[in-house]
């Protein structure tokens, strides 16, 4: 398979956190730029510190590492609602969404090789977090739900960004986003043979686009995650970070719809790292990342903002509300 050279860029978010007036517009128009190019960048500084990072794949470690019976007990209930709790390896197939973006169909629907831990905003109403028995993991509550919070400022940081780089008014964004239908995960990849990933035979993590506004993303050192370059559809640029504390960021579909395609979402994957891609035989080490995903307030509607559509027609005129679309996504996948 053709391989592109390219690598996404890397941003500093200290000028932005810490920059005069001029200093927080060329970095809001360098962070447009690289999502308008890849849509996906990396972000050091962001404001998350390294203990919390480390933190949080203790967390996802302690509670991965649990004997199944204990996972069990904060199972994800079976409606494909917002997501909530634990899910054991194979229950969800991101191949149900392959190609939604693109509006084509995918023929092949693999399990994706992975478990999952949700949690929401314990604030929400409508869908309560579903936690490990705290006689299991004593801190696993508190310190997640404190990392949930960090994640919301970052994201209503990055948000605050883009409307400086694409001219909105101050809060246009951010006024849509709360962080009731935010989501934070945890992933784990257990350990698996080469071969069994080779030709889509199955996946870590089948290519799809995210569904919200952005993504946060931290990830160990294990590498296998690419993302599809928009400029050339088919090759694929693997995003690898020197450090646990490099957040990549990525554009989801609300944003796409939102913007009438002036940020785009793009299509990623969990696949074989690229130093074991010569290799026939042999076991990837298990691998772990942590996901936030940003989102509209549910009721938000997540057709084309006035802003974009006065010039050109509306590409995304329907009215389907934040938590309608997600439903959608979550039903062809869960
Ligand atoms: O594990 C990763 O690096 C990516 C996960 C991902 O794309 C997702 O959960 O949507
Ligand atoms: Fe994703």
Redesign the pocket.
């Known amino acids: 398979m053709a391989m592109a050279s390219t690598t996404i860029p890397t941003l500093d978010f200290t000028r932005f956190r810490e920059g005069s007036t001029l200093e927080r517009q060329t970095f809001s128009e360098q962070l447009l730029a690289g999502f308008v190019r890849y849509g996906f960048v990396k972000v050091v500084n962001h404001g998350i510190e390294d203990h919390m990072i480390q933190g949080i794949f203790d967390q996802s470690k302690e509670f991965f590492e649990m004997p199944e019976r204990l996972k069990l007990k904060a199972e994800h209930p079976p409606r494909p609602d917002p997501h909530r709790g634990w899910s054991r390896v194979g229950k969800e197939k991101?191949a149900g969404i392959t190609g939604f973006q693109k509006g084509v169909r995918n023929p092949k629907i693999v399990d994706d090789a992975?478990e999952?831990f949700d949690i929401g905003s314990n604030q929400d109403p409508l869908f309560p977090n579903i936690w490990p028995d705290e006689e299991d993991l004593p801190v696993f509550k508190a310190f997640t739900s404190s990392y949930f919070e960090q994640c919301h400022e970052v994201h209503m940081g990055i948000l605050r960004c883009i409307e400086l780089a694409l001219h909105l008014t101050e809060g246009r964004l951010e006024s849509l986003c709360c962080a009731n239908h935010t989501e934070l995960?945890l992933?784990h990849?257990p350990e698996i043979d080469v071969d069994s990933l080779r030709g889509g035979k199955r996946n870590?993590?089948t290519e799809?686009t995210?569904f919200g506004t952005i993504?946060l993303?931290w990830?160990d050192s294990t590498g296998?995650?690419e993302v599809e370059d928009p400029l050339a559809p088919g090759v694929y640029i693997p995003?690898e970070t020197k450090h646990k504390s490099e957040m990549?960021v990525?554009i989801g579909d609300t944003l796409q719809r939102w913007t009438n395609d002036t940020l785009c979402s793009v299509n990623?994957?969990?696949t074989i790292p690229v130093s074991m891609r010569d290799h026939d035989r042999g076991m990837l080490p298990a691998?772990?990342?942590i996901?936030f995903?940003g989102k509209a307030n549910r009721d938000a509607s997540l057709r084309c903002l006035s802003e974009f559509s006065r010039d050109r027609p509306p590409r995304f005129d329907e009215d389907v509300t934040a938590l309608e679309y997600n439903q959608r996504m979550v039903e062809k996948t869960y």
């Open positions: 991101l992975k999952s995960r992933t990849y870590r993590i799809h995210d993504t993303l990830q296998g995650l995003v990549v990525n990623h994957r969990v691998r772990t990342s996901a995903f």
